[in-house]
């Protein structure tokens, strides 16, 4: 499926979005810098876009490829949320889907400074003030909560506070804001780190951990799909701040891009194109208890 221009979109459809639970602001000190050096003034006709290959629209994300985010592990088919908004971002800048090449980048690797060889990086990378001192991010595409995932035969699977799960064994993928949001509960055991999610899946049906966190619509797809055993959402959680976690394109710092990508992510959140990408590919939120 290549996303393309859509017409402006019935309010009612927009207000439809399933992930309309998690709409929440970015601190500003986070989003302030996020496109520090980039030039306002960029022209962001596609002859004009400052591209790493002319010509070319450059996207990186990591591999393997998780639903729902990206479908049978293969950006370039257009399904999964962020391969569909990468496509529709495409388009909105002018570009065919031919026009488009997608490259692999380890998610941990993304946000480290220094000279990038793609033009963004899609990948659910929530901005962060500390990450936005060594790249540039765009505005968000998304905005999700935390969530915890315990198998249904668990002793924390009913837990409906953080107190109830501090003598839980937590794990979650290294470099995510969901391992830094584990802080936020205070467990009594330091939580265990895995290279990806593959590997933390498997280590909460081995009983290695009690419970993995990640962003919420992660943990409908790893209950629903992955876990070869039985598996609940505990709960969903904001970050300390009382906001929701919220994505963005991420960059070389300083791009030039980044200007334009946020003209287009603002037009597909104008015409509705971002909700009803939601509502197609991410799965519903309501009915999960907040923890705190």
Known sequence: MTPVRRPARLAALAAASLLTLAVGCAPADDN?????????????????????????????????????????DDPTNGKGFESAVAYAIA??????????????????????????????????????????????????????????VALESSPYAKATSFDALKD??????????????????????QAR????TNQATK???????????MDLPSAFYTTAAVLSKPGTIVGQFQPDTGQSEEFGLLM????????????AIGELREDGTLADLEKEWLSQTTGVPELS
């Open 32 to 72: 302030d810098d996020q496109s520090a050096g980039s030039d306002k003034n960029t022209s962001c006709e596609k002859a004009d876009l400052p591209l790493k290959k002319a010509g070319t629209l450059t996207i990186a994300t990591d591999s393997p490829a998780y639903e729902p985010w990206f479908v049978d």
């Open 91 to 148: 388009d909105q800048l002018g570009f065919s889907k031919d026009e488009v090449t997608w490259e692999t980048v380890p998610f941990n690797a993304s946000y480290q400074p220094g000279e990038k060889s793609f033009d963004f990086d899609i990948n659910q990378v929530s901005i962060t003030e500390e990450r936005a001192k060594a790249v540039t991010f765009s505005e968000p595409y998304y905005k999700a909560a935390q969530a915890i």
């Open 168 to 189: 839980a064994q937590f794990g979650a993928q290294v470099g995510t804001t969901s391992l830094t949001a584990i802080d936020q509960i205070a467990p009594a055991k």
């Open 193 to 196: 780190v895995y290279d990806d």
């Open 203 to 213: 280590a909460l049906e081995v009983g290695q951990i009690d419970v993995l966190v």
């Open 252 to 263: 070389q710092k300083g791009s030039a891009l980044a200007s334009c990508l946020d003209q």
